[in-house]
Structure formats: C-alpha cells, structure tokens
C-alpha cells in the first residue's frame, strides 16, 4: 500500500467516524 493510499483511508476514516457522531 502506497502511503497516499492509507491517507485517504485514515480520511474516509475520519468522514465516517464524523457521520456517525452526526447521525
């Protein structure tokens, strides 16, 4: 895995994590 990749794992990680504190 490209370190490019696991960033924008850990984003859509976060995002995720986001939306279900919203929700």
Do not use: H, T
Not at 5 to 20: S, W
């Amino acid at each position: 895995m490209d370190s490019a990749d696991k960033m924008i794992l850990c984003e859509c990680g976060d995002m995720v994590m986001v939306f279900n504190l919203l929700s």
